[in-house]
C-alpha cells in the first residue's frame, strides 16, 4: 500500500467496548451514582463488567435483575426514596422496548432514572442483523436528554476516555434537574461532536435520560488498570435552592398535596395558617392543619364552594373533588412544577419553582370552619381498647362479658377499611410505604388519619405495571448502610400477579426487609365504582373489566423463596404485620367481591 493509499485518521487501539464502557461508569459514580441495576445481554457485556468491578470496589450497589421491565422499576424505585438516578444496564434489541413504561412513569412522576442501552454499530442497522432495531432516540419526548455517542474507536475529536465522563456528568445533572454548572467543560468537549447531542427538554427538571451506546466485537475484555484501581465515589453537584413564589395571604386558600409533595406542603399549610387537602400518597398527610374527609369538604358550599385560591404541591391524581377544584375557571391557581407535565386543567394555571408565604395574619375563620369539619369527619379504624376492669372482674357476669368482648375484637374479619388501617397503624416514619393503583389506595385516601409517614406511589400516570419492583428499588435504596426499617406495599391481586416476576431475588444479594401485602378479592373490583358498572351486563363485566383469577398466591411465594401468610381476622394481620422481618413477605388477605 503506498502512502496516499493510508488512511489520515487511525482508531486509538484503547478505544475499546470494555475501555468506553469503564470510562461512562466511572462518570456517573463519579458524578453522585451509587446504584446499578443490570438485566444481562450480549451486546452489553463491557457494561455489565465495568459494573461487577465497581461493585466489588465498593462504589456501587449492583442490583440484577433479568427482566428489564422490573430492572426498570426497580430503578424507579430507588430514584424516588434518593432523589438520585440509578443506572439501568440493557442490551439490545426488545430488552429496550421493555423499559418503556418505567421511562412514562419516570417522565410524568419527574423520577431521576439513566438508560443505558447497548446497540450494534451503525453498520450492523438496517440490515438484518440479528437483535437489531432502531434504539436511536426511541423514547422520545419522555426523557429528558438523549445522545449516542460514536462506537468506540470511529474517528472524533475526543478519545472515549476524555468522552464518557463528560457525557456521564451531563447525564446526571440533566436526570436531577439543574442545568449543567460544568456548562465550558461541556461546550469545549463534546458540544464539538454536536450532531449525537439531543438536549429534548430545557426545563431541566428531574426526568429520565437516555444513552444509546454502540458497540462492535470484541464485546469485552480486560478491564483497564485505571478503572481496577480503588478509589472514594465522587459526590453530586449540589442543587441550588429553587427561588420561591411569595403568596400574599388574602384570598381563601388551600393547600392541595399530591404524590411526591413531601412535608414541604404540610410546612406551607401550617406557615401560611390554610387547610391541607393531602392525599394519602403525598406524604404530607400529618400536622394540625389536615382535613380529614376533604372529599366532603370540598363538596360542601360553605367550605369547598369559598375556596379562591389553591396551592398545588406534587401530583393530585386520586379524587374527582380535587379534579373538580382545579377545573375552575374562577379559582386562581398557581402549581409547584415537579411532574413531566405541568398541571393546568383550568386553562389558566400559574407555575412557580417553590412557594413561600408572605407576613400577615392568619384567616382564624376559614381554618376554623375546616378543622371543625376535619374532627367531625375523623374515622377511628382502631379496635377498643380492652375492658381491663371488667377482664379482672370478681363478678362473674362481668369478666365473662369482657372476655367475650375481647374474643370478638380478635376475631372481627378483615374487610378493605380494617386493612388499610392495621398497614397504617404498624407503618412509622423509619419505615416506608407504597400504595399500588388498586382500589385500597382510594379507600385508604378516604378514611385514613395523620401520620409522618414516607410514601410512595408510581402516580405519574397511575398504572399497576410494576409495583413490586418499585416497592423493591426503595427498600434497597432506603435499608443501605445498615438503615432500619420496613418497606411495605399494599396492592390490590391484579397488580400483584402483573408484577410478579419482581419477586426473583438473585442469590448474590441481600434481600431488602419488605411486606407485599394483597388485598384479594379475585379480580379487578376497582371497576365496580366506574361508569362501565352501571352499563355492562354482568357476564362482559366479568370477562372483560373484573378478569376474575384464581391464582395461588401460597404457591407462587414458594416458588420464589418468599415466606407467605394468609390472613383472615385484624389480631392475625397486626401480628403478620409486627412480626419481625427476616426473609420477604406476601401477607395475602382474602378480602369479599
Known amino acids: 500500500m503506498s502512502c496516499r493509499d493510508e488512511p489520515e485518521w487511525l482508531p486509538d487501539p484503547a478505544d475499546t467496548a470494555i475501555t468506553a464502557a469503564c470510562a461512562l461508569l466511572e462518570g456517573l459514580v463519579d458524578a453522585g451514582v451509587r446504584h446499578v441495576v443490570v438485566s444481562p445481554g450480549s451486546r452489553s457485556q463491557a457494561l455489565a463488567l465495568a459494573a461487577a468491578e465497581l461493585e466489588r470496589q465498593g462504589r456501587v450497589r449492583l442490583h440484577v435483575r433479568i427482566d428489564e421491565r422490573v430492572a426498570g422499576f426497580t430503578a424507579v424505585g430507588i430514584g424516588r426514596e434518593t432523589g438520585m438516578p440509578a443506572a439501568v444496564i440493557c442490551t439490545s434489541g426488545t430488552a429496550v422496548a421493555n423499559l418503556m413504561p418505567a421511562v412514562l412513569e419516570a417522565h410524568h412522576g419527574a423520577v431521576p432514572m439513566i438508560l443505558l442501552t447497548a446497540d450494534r454499530p451503525p453498520e450492523l442497522r438496517g440490515v438484518g442483523a440479528n437483535q437489531a432495531t432502531r434504539q436511536t432516540e426511541f423514547f422520545g419526548d419522555f426523557v429528558r436528554f438523549f445522545a449516542e455517542p460514536p462506537a468506540p474507536g470511529d474517528e472524533g475529536s475526543i478519545p472515549d476516555r476524555q468522552r464518557m465522563p463528560l457525557l456521564a456528568r451531563h447525564a446526571v445533572a440533566t436526570a436531577i434537574g439543574p442545568a449543567p454548572r460544568f456548562a465550558s467543560a461541556w461546550q469545549d468537549g463534546l458540544r464539538e461532536e454536536h450532531d449525537w447531542l439531543r438536549d429534548i427538554d430545557p426545563s431541566r427538571r428531574r426526568g429520565p435520560v437516555h444513552l444509546n451506546l454502540p458497540y462492535r466485537e470484541p464485546l469485552a475484555g480486560p478491564l483497564p488498570e485505571w478503572f481496577r484501581a480503588v478509589r472514594e465515589p465522587g459526590a453530586p453537584e449540589p442543587l441550588d435552592a429553587p427561588i420561591p413564589h411569595v403568596v400574599e395571604r388574602g384570598p381563601r386558600t388551600v393547600v392541595v398535596a399530591g404524590e411526591g409533595a413531601g412535608p414541604a406542603a404540610e410546612d406551607l399549610a401550617h406557615r401560611g395558617g390554610w387547610p391541607l387537602i393531602a392525599e394519602i400518597v403525598s406524604g404530607s398527610r ?20 369559598r375556596i379562591e385560591r389553591a396551592l398545588v404541591l406534587g401530583h393530585p391524581t386520586l379524587s374527582r373533588q380535587v379534579a373538580r377544584l382545579l377545573s375552575r375557571r374562577d379559582l386562581e391557581v398557581i402549581a409547584v412544577r415537579g411532574a413531566g407535565e405541568d398541571l393546568n386543567l383550568n386553562g389558566r394555571t400559574d407555575h412557580v419553582d417553590a412557594l413561600d408565604v408572605a407576613d400577615g395574619e392568619i384567616d382564624r375563620e376559614w381554618l376554623g370552619a375546616w378543622m371543625r369539619f376535619s374532627r367531625a369527619h375523623l374515622v377511628d379504624l382502631e379496635p377498643a381498647a380492652p375492658d381491663l376492669e371488667g377482664l379482672r372482674s370478681t363478678e362473674p357476669k362481668r369478666r365473662l362479658a369482657a372476655v367475650r368482648a375481647e374474643l370478638d375484637a380478635v376475631r372481627v374479619p378483615v374487610d378493605r377499611a380494617q386493612l388499610v388501617a392495621a398497614v397504617w397503624a404498624a407503618t412509622w416514619p423509619h419505615d ?12 385508604a385516601d378516604e378514611l385514613l388519619g395523620g401520620k409522618k409517614v414516607r410514601v410512595h406511589a408510581n402516580r405519574g400516570l397511575a398504572g399497576i405495571d410494576g409495583t413490586i419492583a418499585t416497592a423493591l428499588g426503595i427498600a434497597l435504596a432506603s435499608q443501605a448502610d445498615g438503615a432500619e426499617g420496613v418497606t411495605r406495599v399494599l396492592l390490590g391481586d391484579l397488580a400483584f400477579l402483573h408484577d410478579v416476576g419482581a419477586l426473583l431475588l438473585p442469590d448474590g444479594e441481600t434481600p431488602p426487609r419488605i411486606q407485599v401485602i394483597v388485598g384479594n378479592d379475585g379480580g379487578g373490583t376497582i371497576f365496580d365504582g366506574l361508569e362501565v358498572a352501571a352499563t355492562a351486563s354482568p357476564d362482559a363485566m366479568t370477562r372483560v373489566q373484573y378478569t376474575p383469577q384464581q391464582a395461588d398466591l401460597a404457591a407462587l411465594a414458594a416458588a420464589y ?8 381476622t385484624r389480631a392475625e394481620l397486626d401480628q403478620a404485620l409486627l412480626a419481625p422481618v427476616t426473609t420477604p413477605r406476601i401477607i395475602e388477605v382474602p378480602l369479599e367481591r
Open 432 to 443: 416506608r410505604l407504597m400504595f399500588g393503583s388498586s382500589r385500597l389506595v382510594r379507600v
Open 561 to 568: 423463596g418468599w415466606e407467605h401468610r394468609r390472613v383472615t
Open 286 to 305: 400529618f400536622g394540625r392543619g389536615v382535613v380529614h374527609g376533604y372529599r366532603a369538604a370540598l363538596d360542601s358550599p360553605q367550605l369547598g364552594g
